[in-house]
């Protein structure tokens, strides 16, 4: 079961559509596939829900959000499994075989359970109260770890656009993490910015495995690997980003990150859809042909990586 986080502090930069779509696609080849919303805006579970189906059916005990809840610290970790939707829209749309989407949804009051994570935390007392630290930032971890290990072939966690508590636990929970990002100035930017945020939290983590190497059980240290930066909402002309956008994708890859080649042109007449049809682009009926191309070889490029993830 390999973990992946779609994490980018930058609000709107596609990290919840990439999700949606690399899921269904991955999905619709016959892998079983869960995603995990931990978003307050819950655009992903909205993606596959109607509100008002979220509303009678999962909002009051079926949420990321009430299983935080569950948790005690010092008893047994409350299990994910109750929580998985499957949604029927895009499920149908997957091929019969043995492909399955999952989702656990997400809760527009999700942002309570962030701010009393950050208080167990304690601010800057944090390093002081190890079991706190650990409790809250693996605790997502600990969850998945509750499913079977052959349950899925993928987890993609999808993150709110900051890089606090739930930011940092998805990211600990994660084997490898995937960063959209508009090919911008403000992005560009923010790429840099994020980058130095996660060495940051990794080192910080890192720091206080080794002085606690006592801990029982043994906490392991978080290596997790970039597969890269993924531009969307690109502006094409004649079939190339357009020369404007190209100083922004040439800077992320002098910051050292691994690129994709791949990338997802702008399109919302496509992309705004999504919603209203419970279905990720890349499986609907209005892709065209370009479009259904591009995102065909994003999610192979992706998978591509995940086997063998650049240095
Ligand atoms: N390639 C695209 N072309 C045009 N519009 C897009 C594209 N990808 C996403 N969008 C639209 O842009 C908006 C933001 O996208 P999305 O929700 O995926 O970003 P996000 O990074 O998850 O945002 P947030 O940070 O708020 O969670 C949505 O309305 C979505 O439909
Ligand atoms: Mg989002």
Not at 173 to 186: F, M, T, Y
Not at 232 to 241: A, D, F, L
């Amino acid at each position: 079961m390999r973990v992946i986080s779609i994490v980018n502090y930058k609000g709107g930069v596609g990290k919840t559509t990439l999700t949606a779509n690399i899921g269904a696609q991955i999905a619709a080849w016959g892998k079983r596939v869960l995603l995990l919303d931990l978003d307050p805006q819950a655009s992903l579970t909205f993606s596959f829900y109607r509100p008002e189906q979220w509303r009678a059916a999962l909002a009051d005990n079926r949420t990321i959000k009430q299983w935080f809840e569950a948790w005690r610290m010092d008893g047994p970790v409350p299990p994910f499994a109750p929580l998985i939707t499957s949604p029927a829209v895009v499920n149908s749309r997957i091929a019969q075989g043995s492909g399955a989407l999952d989702l656990i949804a997400s809760h527009l009051s999700l942002g309570d359970v962030e701010m009393n994570l950050a208080a167990r935390l304690g601010g800057a007392q944090a390093h002081r109260s190890t079991r706190h630290y650990f409790d809250v930032y693996l605790r997502l971890a600990a969850g998945l770890a509750t499913l079977p290990s052959t349950a899925y072939d993928l987890v993609l966690l999808d993150c709110p656009p900051n890089f606090g508590v739930i930011t940092r636990a998805a990211v600990a929970a994660s084997d490898q993490l995937l960063i959209p990002a508009r090919p911008d100035e403000l992005s560009t930017l923010g790429i840099e910015h994020l980058q130095s945020r996660l060495r940051r939290f990794i080192w910080e983590f890192n720091r206080i495995v080794d002085l606690q190497s006592d801990l029982h059980p043994a906490v392991k240290k978080l290596e997790p690997i970039i597969l890269g930066v993924v531009f969307t909402m690109v502006q094409y002309y004649s079939g190339k980003p357009i020369a404007a956008l190209r100083p922004y994708i040439a800077q992320t890859r002098q910051l050292g990150l691994p690129v994709f080649e791949a990338m997802v042109r702008e399109s919302n007449h496509h992309f705004a859809g999504a919603a209203r049809t419970q279905l990720p682009v890349i499986l609907s009926d209005q892709v065209t042909p370009a479009l259904a191309w591009e995102l065909h070889r994003l999610v192979e490029e992706f998978l591509k990586r995940i086997r063998t993830p650049a240095p």
